[in-house]
């Protein structure tokens, strides 16, 4: 039976940070604007009046407290609302490929593998920047690896989904080294114009190094022991955004193209499904909760975390156990649980046990249990 192990993790992060009080004061002005603006319709009662964020409103409501961008020019701009980025020349490296190597490099030097050693190359996040060809083969040739490689979309859950399936590559003889490239470029696709969502995302690239466990030569690595995965359709997260949008103009620019969500609704379908889905991995493992030394949970919102959490292992848990980014980071889609896991994954020691889990629009839910080598 050949077993699958993750040998090391990397971790890219922005030239750029945002706070909640830039995010508040840029949007607060445009709030102001808008109002000025529609005034007369405002005042006949014929449009709701926009009102104002603040930093305790998005703090209390998603514990995210900054994010990290690529493009910071244009997002504080009440006039534009929106990250500046141009255009690149078809010959250059892509914004979402560059993030990817930088944190590729990381996850090779971790896992001690050189770029030639990889025979298959998965990208895996909630947006591409374009369709064709595949971000995936761009990182491909510019790092050098061997083999194939492909782009996959799962959402907030695309990161596990991709480490699954790189597992299952290795158990079926196509490959035997994975490399796995969350680059997570979330702030185009952000609605900074929209009180609820405008203080979400952040930008982030996260990669992983899966191999056969017999090949690998870093002290980092974790023995993979149990992966589940699972998706249930849901229209309460999405983005309409993509390229049959052009065909109708009238609605090519409208707010369901970028991410908008029904959050509490998302909150009361989502969190049982996620307990149900460990419960049951769980059971079939024959694992205790109790027996984990640490989640990596996906990094959305805290009070979902935290809920999640208190179904495993109930009031009191140390933060340590748990730990949280998303305070630096704000919601970077599928990158979140890898972040935890390249930040807290060092006191290991051989045979403790710890979940790597992800869960977002779809809805999907992937997680996969591993032990220290």
């Known amino acids: 039976m050949i077993k699958v192990v993750i040998s090391g993790s990397g971790l890219f992060i922005p030239p750029h940070s945002v706070s909640n009080d830039e995010l508040v004061m840029s949007y607060n002005s445009y709030v102001d604007l808008y109002n000025q603006q529609h005034a007369q319709v405002i005042a006949d009662n014929q449009l709701a009046p926009l009102s104002y964020s ?42 979402q490929a560059s993030m990817g190597v930088e944190a590729a490099k990381s996850a090779l030097a971790q896992a001690q593998v050189n770029a030639e050693d990889i025979d298959l190359v998965i990208v895996a996040c ?79 690239a996260t990669a992983v190094v899966v191999e056969r466990q017999e090949l690998a030569q870093s002290e980092h690595a974790f023995n993979v022991l149990s992966t589940s995965c699972m998706t249930d359709y849901s229209n309460n997260i999405r983005s309409n955004f993509g390229f049959v949008n052009r065909c109708d103009p009238a609605n090519a620019q409208t707010p369901d193209k970028l991410f908008h969500q029904q959050g509490r609704k998302v909150f009361k379908e989502l969190l049982p499904m996620i307990y149900r889905h460990l419960e049951t991995q769980f059971e079939n493992e024959q694992i205790q909760p109790e027996e984990f030394k640490r989640l990596w949970l996906h990094q959305a919102n805290i009070n979902m975390n935290m809920f999640v959490v208190k179904k495993l292992l109930g009031d009191g848990v140390d933060e340590l156990t748990a730990p949280v980014v998303l305070n630096e980071f704000a919601n970077t889609a599928s990158a979140g649980s890898i972040i935890a896991f390249n930040k807290f994954n060092d006191d290991f020691k051989t045979g403790e046990l710890g979940l790597l889990c992800s869960f977002g629009a779809g809805y999907s839910i992937g997680s996969i249990v591993l032990e220290k080598c």
Not at 141 to 154: F, I, P, R, S, W
Not at 195 to 200: K, L
Request: charged share 20%; proline share 5%; net charge negative.
């Open 54 to 95: 603040s930093s305790e409103f998005i703090e209390k409501a998603s514990g995210i407290q900054s994010r990290y961008v690529m493009v910071k020019e244009g997002i504080l701009d009440p006039e534009i609302m929106m990250p500046l980025i141009a255009d690149q020349p078809s010959d250059e490296l892509s914004m």
């Open 126 to 204: 909630a947006y591409t920047q374009r369709a064709y060809p595949a971000i995936a083969i761009e990182i491909q040739q510019a790092l050098g690896t061997k083999g194939v490689a492909y782009d996959m979309l799962v959402a907030c859950s695309s990161a596990t989904f991709a480490i699954v399936n790189a597992i299952n590559a290795i158990k079926g003889g196509t490959a035997n080294r994975v490399l796995v490239v969350n680059p997570e470029l979330t702030s185009p696709q952000s609605n900074f114009k929209d009180r609820d969502s405008h203080f979400i995302f952040g930008d982030v």
